[in-house]
């Protein structure tokens, strides 16, 4: 993977996001709901875990290759789902689930998402899962589900 060294830091990145990105769009993402609870708590608990460094003899060769519901991914993470990334960015959709095809890595397409899955599908590169918030009415669920399957998104693994 290629990584860009001028962002060291999560914090680095989200101090140019608030440059870049509609305001409205900007805090959509840095929130979390209600009283914001649980924002606090996750940075708690992250702020808790600790890395004990050592020296390893020679050199290493990390496999970072991970086998999940049936299906073997180059790193051990996906793309999550963020709602209205289109918002955020012109086709997101579409560039992030490239990005996790070109990279051998899962794209979870969020079902309030700005594209169709029939938009984004194709650029998973058969590595797409799909989220859905379930919509009461059982037709418009598996509707939904007939869409998501047949632009190539999974349910539980990517087929191969």
Known sequence: MDFDLSFPAVSDLRARARR????????????????ELQVSRNREALD??????????????????????????????GIAPVGMS????????????????KHGIPYTLSSVATRTPEDVGPHAGGRGWFQIYCPEDATIRRDILRRAKEAGFRPGHSGR
């Not at 900007?26 to 979390?32: I, T, V």
């Not at 875990?49 to 991914?73: C, E, Q, R, S, Y």
């Not at 918002?87 to 990005?99: Q, R, Y």
């Open 20 to 35: 870049r990105i509609p305001h409205f769009a900007f805090e959509y993402l840095d929130s979390g709901t209600g009283a």
């Open 48 to 77: 808790a875990i600790l890395f004990l460094p050592d020296v390893l003899p020679g050199a290493m060769a990390p496999k970072f290759t991970t086998t999940f519901l049936g299906d073997t991914f180059e790193r051990p993470f």
């Open 86 to 101: 289109g918002v955020m960015w012109p086709g997101a959709e579409k560039i992030l689930a490239a990005t996790g095809a």
